[in-house]
């Protein structure tokens, strides 16, 4: 199993301003993702974190809104930038373990952005 | 694309009744599909799994089947309890999907006492 720690867990956030967040996972991981929930609805994936190179970015979202770092196997950040508050969201950094048995994919707790 | 349709919500049970929660798919290839919790305040959790055909995936009273012939993987549980409430994510991924997972839009259960 992999297990993920994200930083921060909640804050609140002023309008106009950006906020890191950061994923570390216990062990190497290849596939690295950011997802987002916002309020009463299911998750969206946001991009692929790709180690060395520049994040693989879904419809809808792009580089100058949500930057991603990914330096090395275990680690990554989203940037959420110049929030408004319809970036109140969950975001949540998740992980692929690909195996033989079967691959399984796990998330972090989460980071509770409220935007005021 | 992958698709997943989920039983839409909110289910309100009453303790010790027997839950079932709808998840048919399409997808690309052979996916794996996957069962998601929610609780209140807190992040997501795997709840279960299956990653071929004929599977069942289960992990605390819950239970999955893969059933490919139709495209399906429909939550139960035999006996639920108050502690059950929490909103449940039916998801699948594939390879060919570069291993992203797409979701339902999740079922809110309520288990009352």
């Known amino acids: 199993s992999a297990v993920i720690s994200q930083k921060p867990s909640r804050d609140i956030c002023q309008r106009g301003t950006s906020l890191t967040i950061q994923c570390q996972v216990d062990s190497q991981v290849t596939m690295m993702f950011w997802y987002r929930q916002q309020p009463g609805q299911s998750l969206t994936l946001i991009a692929t974190a790709n180690q060395g190179s520049e994040a693989t970015y879904e419809s809808g979202f792009v580089i100058d809104k949500f930057p991603i770092s990914r330096p090395n196997l275990t680690f990554s950040t989203l940037t959420v930038s110049n929030m408004s508050p319809e970036d109140s969201s969950i975001y949540l950094c998740s992980v692929t373990q690909i195996a033989y048995s079967g691959n399984t994919i796990y998330f972090g707790e989460g980071s509770w952005l409220t935007v005021v | 694309g992958n698709s997943v349709t989920q039983m839409e919500g909110p289910v309100t049970l009453s303790e010790e009744a027997f839950l079932t929660i709808n998840c048919t798919y399409t997808?690309?290839?052979?996916?794996?599909l996957f069962w998601y919790v929610q609780y209140p305040g807190e992040g997501l959790q795997l709840l279960l799994k299956?990653?071929?055909?004929?599977d069942k995936g289960s992990n605390k009273g819950f239970e999955a089947t893969y059933r490919k012939e139709t495209t399906s993987f429909h939550l139960e549980k035999g006996s639920v309890q108050v502690s059950d409430s929490a909103v449940y994510f039916c998801?699948?991924?594939?390879?060919?999907?570069?291993?992203?997972?797409?979701f339902g839009k999740g079922t809110l259960l309520t288990v009352n006492p």
């Open positions: 997808a690309t290839g052979y996916p794996s």
């Open positions: 998801a699948l991924f594939s390879g060919g999907s570069n291993y992203k997972l797409t």
């Open positions: 299956a990653t071929k055909a004929d």
